[in-house]
């Protein structure tokens, strides 16, 4: 078991940062890397690897230039490995603020990275919600440990697919 010195040594190392237009390439390469690794097994596999780079680029392009939109990267010993974005809601019935992606590649995760991250850009944002893929047992389990409430499901199309999403609500 990893002492808590072993952590706090380790988030020393740890940033977040607003993402700027020069660098949509490499998060739109990290976002498909995170994309691949958590819904590989759950999401059609085709659907996965035809998600193209440059269709992630012109996502981050339209969520950086949107103003009521937060990006933030997060870094760690000066590499990209991983990204939260979140804003105004999509569905203000479950709440007035939404995170759209909060994602750490896999070789980065339970050091730590996504709790604090997660605490230090959502401690002043009340009444907000995420939408997780039900069978992501690793981020349902993360938002549960986050003290997200659990409000409704959802089935949403993934290519050909009907996947069950899940809805976390902070109020």
């Not at 750490?104 to 919600?129: T, W």
Request: proline content about 2%; aromatic content about 18%; some cysteine.
């Amino acid at each position: 078991m990893r002492s808590l010195t072993y952590f706090i040594n380790i988030l020393k190392k740890f940033n977040i940062q607003p993402i700027s237009i020069s660098e949509i390439s490499a998060i739109s390469l990290v976002h498909k890397l995170c994309f691949i690794e958590t819904y590989v097994g759950i999401l059609d596999l085709n659907f996965l690897i035809e998600r193209k780079v440059s269709e992630i680029e012109k996502y981050w392009i339209k969520k950086i230039s949107d103003k009521t939109v937060e990006s933030y990267k997060f870094i760690f010993n000066d590499r990209i490995i991983g990204f939260i974005s979140m804003g105004a809601s999509r569905n203000p019935n479950f709440g007035g603020y939404e995170i759209y992606n909060f994602y750490i590649i896999k070789e980065f995760q339970n050091f730590g990275f996504g709790s604090y991250a997660f605490n230090q850009l959502m401690k002043n944002k009340p009444n907000f919600y995420v939408e997780v893929i039900a069978r992501n047992r690793v981020g349902c389990k993360f938002y549960e440990k986050q003290h997200g409430k659990k409000l409704t499901r959802f089935y949403e199309r993934y290519g050909e697919r009907k996947i069950m999403n899940q809805v976390y609500v902070w109020k």
